[in-house]
């Protein structure tokens, strides 16, 4: 009998709905402890996480058996389910439609971790959109700038 082995590293990107900056930094291990739980009973394994006040990085070892766009979708209706519930917004909270993935090697994790979990410093000098557009340029991804996440300056 044989079986299935599989090595698939996805990171995830995905925003606030009207981008707003709705996350304030003290739910922010709360948020990424709960996104953990859904990724993990889904048979994936979180190895970086970090929630933006408008938009979060995810970095997953993915099961062969789900696909990015199932875990993404389970990741988003939980988590706004959770922080509506949970009142960590005033008003109705949502993500934004759509989502960045982004596959990488093994010989990448470590640097798309560390830069994951370096957030926080990273969007000192630079915004959500230049990041996003510079990840897809280094990635040589072709875009409509149409049908990118909705920027709001």
């Known amino acids: ?21 709705l996350i304030l930094e ?3 291990d709360e948020i990424e402890k709960y996104i953990s739980g859904i990724i993990n009973n889904k048979k994936c394994k979180t190895l970086a996480i970090y929630i933006n006040p408008d938009h979060t990085h995810v970095l997953i070892g993915l099961h062969p058996t789900i696909s990015v766009s199932d875990l993404t979708r389970d ?13 960590i917004v005033l008003g109705k909270f949502n ?18 971790a560390k830069y994951i979990l370096n957030q926080g410093e990273h969007h000192k000098k630079n915004s959500f959109k230049e990041e996003y557009l510079a990840i897809l340029k280094k990635l040589d ?7 990118l996440f909705e920027w709001y300056n």
């Open 1 to 21: 009998m044989s079986n299935t082995y599989s090595q698939m590293y996805v990171q995830i990107v995905f925003a606030v709905k009207n981008r707003e900056n």
């Open 141 to 147: 991804i072709n875009y409509n700038e149409q049908y």
């Open 95 to 112: 993500w934004q439609d759509g989502f960045g993935s982004f596959t990488y090697s093994k010989s990448q994790i470590d640097d798309v």
């Open 26 to 28: 003290k739910y922010r």
């Open 75 to 87: 990741i988003k209706a939980s988590s706004s389910k959770f922080i509506n519930e949970k009142k």
